[in-house]
């Protein structure tokens, strides 16, 4: 998405523009387009203002609340995607998977992840034992 033109450059430019200056000869001086000064003014004269739209472009998750979600998942681990789906009412498989990867949960497993976890775990634990000095350490 293209970077907004500041208030300040929106209100110089319309101010420029009602003592008279003409439209072509703004847009040449700030690199404006006519087109984008001319929507400036129509929107200034409709809401009296001439900041930015911001849209709310994009949809919301239907499954808001994780907290909740990941309770009936680990309440319910054996169940697939579409059984979820049905089960948690009216959404559909691929909402359903979208909510599991936010809560972090996966399908498929990486071996090469749980290999550097434990290696990971294993140097813990070595440095646990060099650390205990004790006789009955459990490290021993």
């Known amino acids: 998405m293209p970077k907004m033109y500041s208030e300040d450059l929106r209100k110089k430019a319309l101010e420029s523009m009602s003592k008279g ?10 690199f404006i387009a006519k087109s984008t000064l001319r929507s400036w003014r129509k929107r ?5 203002s001439c900041s930015a739209i911001t849209n709310n472009w994009g949809t919301k998750p239907l499954i808001q609340d994780l907290e909740k979600f990941k309770k009936f998942v680990q ?3 054996d169940r697939t995607q579409v059984e979820m789906a049905k089960e948690w009412g009216g959404v ?8 599991l990867k936010r809560i972090g949960f996966t399908n498929k497993k990486n071996f090469w ?5 434990r ?4 140097r813990v634990f070595r440095e646990a034992k060099r650390a205990c000095k004790r006789r ?3 490290h021993r």
Do not use: D, H
């Not at 003409?22 to 001086?29: D, N, Y």
């Not at 559909?92 to 909510?99: D, F, G, K, N, Q």
């Not at 992840?113 to 976890?117: A, E, H, N, V, W």
């Open 119 to 122: 290696r990971k775990e294993s």
């Open 113 to 117: 992840l749980q290999r550097t976890q």
């Open 136 to 138: 009955y350490c459990l």
């Open 44 to 48: 200034q004269r409709e809401t009296g």
């Open 75 to 77: 309440e319910k681990p």
């Open 21 to 30: 200056t003409p439209l072509k000869r703004v847009s040449q001086i700030l």
């Open 92 to 99: 559909s498989e691929s909402t359903i998977a979208r909510a």
